[in-house]
């Protein structure tokens, strides 16, 4: 189309109806002689353009009050889309921005609202979108901190998220407002469909088709129907639902916000309430410093493990930790957390029965865990949280609320469903051979560590003694896209042990691997497969999978010098939560493990490995800035001083060199 063909309906009216003056809002700015004197001048100009995008000038002194989101996609006023989100997970959270903005204008504040939307793992599994998902946290969170401080008059911030980045990004920038009163609305999940599956597992359609598993009628069918509403995060514990009730387990949120059911009355309540308890914190002269502690980041370890929470967080709760000056969790910390509690939790994707999430909120979510946590000694209730009360004194409440009693009897109402079905006493879990949730196996192939969840592993394929055990050849993949294909080709099979390289940082920007840990799930021989990789998984991820394995392959780690038929030698003591990942050697020569970590460490370098084809130069940059920073055990964050300290030395030894 030409420019002509573009501007032929321009009729002369429309320049007609244009104009270049208008008279600009009635009424006059609330000022006074001593603030038009004394306040710094864009103050005074905020109220102006306040005034001139519709607020009543009367109020304009009263008080700004920063409202920042991952807000995606355009509806009519009569709600029919306009424009999808990249998720729904941000796609209904204007509905409670409107909320938390209407009861900040009735209580006589000025609420601003800021959006920094959010990319989502699912639409970007097994493309080279993924090469953003991770990296985008930290530059997410960087532009919500700029945006937070380019409103100068606020008194309290609030932040409203759902998903696996945008809301570990908003947590990390609130977390560094250390001198402000924050508060965290989070985005609840979607409904499950009636006859439908979760989206953890309406993701494999395409493998389970592939390998004869699903008919290609049905597989439309269920890739249409899995959103049952358009809002909130998945229906199972992935890395959105997990950082809610992370969010919740820091004091963060409000008792009882983690995992709500999108666009129902009790969500947008939530919403109301939060705006009010911000403003009763700013009051109070609470701020973020005094509820993001040492003390709440470990509340929040043990909340996830009760949880049974994905391994993501491993990246996310140090980052959070960081950037509020905090003790940054390690390996041992972690460890030691999940070795103490039990998971209480029965939901999607780790059950024992597989209920999803909004059936967790509706048995009692965080606080009801918390209960059981409480008496077994595991949690600082003296913590300060966002209701200006004490985590002991949030639970008290919550222990004779009248909101606990009608969640609970609703429970009952819908699915049929006693608290106990759902969050199970400590003893309960242990009478259903319910362990604790992560073990972190090292090894000559993992000596900084992996992950693997191994409360997930098929109890199939654990002996007697609660030990997983396999020891097989391992079948190498430069890349996930090749493992994949392998998968979908037959090219796999029962017994195998997957080594999949260069997923970390530098390879890929540590993606995420859920189409292979998803098909190994639901394919009916994949829980006698294993997957090592130093890539990361989805928080829905399931099975004999050891991801985060560290060094990664392209920084000359073990796992990158293994070939095919490596003979590798798995344990993992899902009791004990004590784990082993080592080279043995070959089917014709045994070696220890020390001859195993000599041999890897004189080999060079799987020469099929290399960083994707496909890496952009702002991840390159990322892995860079992370790794300098103290890498994947350490958050991925950008330490600053320490990558100044760095970008230093080298420009002092390039000017060395170059003498």
């Given at each position: 189309m030409s420019v002509k063909e573009l501007y032929a309906n321009d009729a002369s009216d429309l320049i007609l109806r244009s104009r270049t003056h208008a008279d600009g809002p009635d009424g006059v700015l609330p000022l006074t002689p001593e603030t038009l004197r004394n306040s710094p001048s864009g103050n005074i100009f905020g109220m102006t353009i306040d005034a001139g995008m519709g607020w009543d000038p009367k109020t304009l002194a009263n008080g700004d009050v920063m409202m920042i989101s991952t807000y995606g996609g355009l509806k009519k006023d009569d709600g029919t889309t306009v424009a999808v989100g990249l998720h729904p997970g941000h796609f209904e959270l204007d509905g409670l921005l409107k909320e938390a903005a209407n009861t900040l204008k009735d209580m006589g504040y000025v609420p601003t609202a800021a959006f920094v939307t959010d990319p989502c793992d699912g639409r970007t599994q097994g493309t080279?979108?993924?090469?953003?998902?991770?990296?985008?946290?930290?530059?997410?969170?960087?532009?919500?901190?700029r945006l937070i401080r380019s409103l100068p008059t606020r008194k309290a911030v609030i932040g409203v998220a759902s998903c696996d980045k945008g809301l570990p990004a908003m947590m990390m920038a609130l977390a560094n407002m250390h001198d402000l009163p924050t508060i965290l609305i989070p985005g609840g999940a979607t409904l499950m469909p009636n006859d439908g599956e979760d989206l953890g597992t309406v993701q494999t359609i395409s493998v389970r088709y592939a390998n004869k598993e699903l008919s290609f009628d049905r597989a439309c069918r269920l890739g249409c129907i899995a959103c049952a509403s358009g809002g909130g995060g998945c229906q199972f514990l992935g890395t959105a639902g997990t950082?809610?009730?992370?969010?919740?387990?820091?004091?963060?949120?409000?008792?009882?916000?983690?995992?709500?059911?999108?666009?129902?009355?009790?969500?947008?309540?939530?919403?109301?309430?939060?705006?009010?308890?911000?403003?009763?914190?700013y009051k109070a002269g609470i701020t973020t410093k005094d509820i993001i502690t040492d003390k709440a980041i470990e509340n929040a370890m043990v909340i996830h493990a009760a949880f049974g929470g994905s391994t993501n967080l491993l990246l996310h709760l140090p980052a959070i930790a960081f950037m509020a000056g905090c003790h940054v969790p390690t390996v041992h910390d972690w460890a030691r957390i999940n070795k103490e509690v039990p998971r209480l939790v029965s939901v999607l994707p780790m059950g024992p029965i597989n209920y999803p999430t909004v059936d967790v909120f509706m048995a009692g979510g965080v606080p009801e865990v918390m209960l059981h946590l409480r008496k077994m000694g595991l949690l600082h209730e003296d913590v300060m949280t966002v209701t200006g009360s004490t985590l002991g004194e949030n639970l008290d409440w919550w222990e004779q609320s009248q909101r606990r009693v009608s969640c609970q009897k609703r429970l009952k109402e819908l699915d049929n469903l006693n608290v106990d079905d759902v969050i199970f006493s400590p003893e309960q879990a242990k009478a259903k051979g319910i362990g604790s949730t992560i073990t972190f196996p090292t090894g000559n192939i993992a000596p900084e560590g992996s992950v693997v969840k191994s409360t997930a592993i098929d109890p199939s394929v654990i002996d007697d003694d609660h030990v997983?055990?396999?020891?097989?050849?391992?079948?190498?993949?430069?890349?996930?896209?090749?493992?994949?294909?392998?998968?979908?080709?037959?090219?796999?099979?029962?017994?195998?042990?997957?080594?999949?390289?260069?997923?970390?940082?530098?390879?890929?920007?540590?993606?995420?691997?859920?189409?292979?840990?998803?098909?190994l799930k639901h394919l009916s021989f994949g829980k006698h497969v294993a997957l090592i990789t130093d890539a990361r998984f989805s928080g829905v991820s399931t099975g004999a999978c050891f991801g985060h394995v560290g060094p990664e392959a392209l920084a000359g780690g073990p796992i990158g010098k293994l070939r095919d038929g490596d003979v590798v030698e798995i344990i993992v003591d899902t009791v004990n939560l004590k784990g082993s990942l080592n080279f043995i050697g070959t089917k014709d020569h045994k070696l220890t493990y020390e001859e195993g970590a000599k041999v890897l460490a004189e080999r060079e370098t799987n020469p099929a490995i290399h960083e994707d084809d496909d890496l952009p130069d702002d991840t390159r940059l990322w892995a860079a800035l992370q790794d300098v920073s103290g890498g994947t055990w350490k958050g991925t964050v950008y330490d600053v001083d320490k990558i100044i300290e760095t970008l230093k030395a080298g420009k002092e030894a390039l000017a060395k060199k170059n003498k």
């Open positions: 080279t979108g993924m090469f953003d998902s991770l990296p985008y946290r930290n530059d997410a969170s960087m532009v919500m901190r950082s809610q009730v992370v969010a919740e387990g820091l004091g963060f949120c409000l008792p009882h916000a983690a995992l709500s059911p999108s666009g129902e009355p009790i969500w947008y309540d939530m919403a109301k309430k939060s705006a009010v308890a911000a403003m009763d914190l997983y055990r396999h020891t097989a050849p391992v079948k190498c993949y430069p890349s996930e896209k090749a493992a994949i294909t392998a998968l979908k080709n037959g090219g796999v099979e029962a017994g195998d042990i997957m080594v999949v390289m260069a997923g970390g940082p530098m390879g890929t920007g540590m993606e995420e691997t859920y189409q292979l840990t998803s098909a």
